[in-house]
């Protein structure tokens, strides 16, 4: 079987809203219930079921970001990184990103859920190239596509054109999702947002003045 190499300059995957694509992803938004934080068991409830919830009445402060992943996961947390404070001021939108998505497709005739996850990259930082597996499981059982913006085949990979057309697929996918959005979230002081990135789509609406937020990333012993 002939291999070829496909080297290219790396893009950015946009992808183009596609009418075909509406119908599928009609529905999918939604705005994540809000509990106060003493509903920890609701909460975990309302997590697994839907991959987002709002706990309310947190101080304002970075523990508050902690202290809610603790109680969410309790003893499933097995990973924190460093709270983030992230200041904006007159910021534009963040699109919806690729932390994560669930789909149902079709993989050769077979109905397949989807959990996908990656990170966008600095637009000021190129990430060095990566070679790795697009679709894998973690040892709990659950499947994470990666599908960063800059994704291409491997150079060297025989089936190039039909990883290429899937890629593509993918992306035109999240547009269209992002051109069908209708619900916003806004919150409040003292309110935690707390989403499954295997699963949910999110980004940020632009807004004027000064708006300052803590992001925390943290782990379970479903991504391990």
């Known amino acids: 079987m002939r291999t070829e190499m496909r080297p290219h300059a790396a893009r950015s995957r946009d992808g183009v809203v596609r009418p075909e694509l509406q119908q599928v992803v009609e529905g999918l938004d939604f705005v994540p219930k809000r509990l106060p934080r003493s509903g920890t068991f609701p909460a975990r409830t309302l997590l697994r079921r839907d991959g987002a919830v709002i706990l309310t009445g947190w101080p304002v402060e970075e523990d508050s970001a902690v202290n809610a992943a603790a109680a969410l996961l309790g003893t499933r947390l097995r990973e924190l990184e460093q709270v983030r404070e992230k200041t904006t001021n007159h910021a534009k939108a963040l699109e919806l990103h690729r932390d994560g998505v669930s789909a ?64 593509n697929d993918y992306a035109d996918l999240l547009a269209t999702l992002t051109a069908q959005v209708r619900h916003e979230t806004t919150l409040a002081a003292g309110e935690v947002l707390i989403l499954d990135n295997y699963r949910c789509l999110h980004g940020v609406r632009a807004h004027e003045g000064t708006r300052t937020t803590h992001v925390l990333r943290c782990k379970s012993d479903e991504a391990w």
């Open 104 to 167: 149902v497709v079709d993989i050769q005739g077979r109905r397949v859920h989807l959990r996908v996850t990656s990170r966008v990259p600095s637009p000021d930082v190129h990430p060095p190239p990566r070679v790795c597996r697009l679709i894998e499981w973690t040892r709990g059982g659950r499947m994470i596509v990666r599908t960063p913006d800059y994704a291409q085949p491997a150079p060297r990979e025989t089936r190039w054109e039909e990883h290429e057309r899937q890629i």
